[in-house]
């Protein structure tokens, strides 16, 4: 029943923007908190942005601060990624995902998305 699906993802040249959008179904949104993370050919996977439950605070990966803003929409259960100055390097699948946050009865939970493809290149 949880379903978390990606989009925005495609190709852009360096030095563009694109923004990706993560809808949620099949959760109480409000009490997870979410996070963007990407993983490149042969490497890790690994988090870019993190963002708490009621949206007040958020973490960036130190490749990505400056560059990348973690948002969310709690009423239309919904998380976004914009991602500005693109480089090559950012090249990744971004999948979503949804932790259920601490002191609530959700905790312990973990969900992905599929992911969506960013291809940047000129």
Known sequence: QVQLVESGGGWVQPGGSLKLACAASGLTFSNYAMSWH???????????????MSG??????????????????????????QMNSLNIEDTAVYYCNAKGGYGTSYYGMDYWGEGTLVTVSP
């Open 56 to 81: 007040n605070m958020t973490r960036y990966a130190g490749s990505v601060k400056g560059r990348f803003t973690i948002s969310r929409d709690n009423a239309k259960n919904m998380v976004f990624l």
């Open 38 to 52: 990407r993983q490149a050919p042969g490497k890790e996977r690994d988090v870019v942005a993190q963002i708490t």
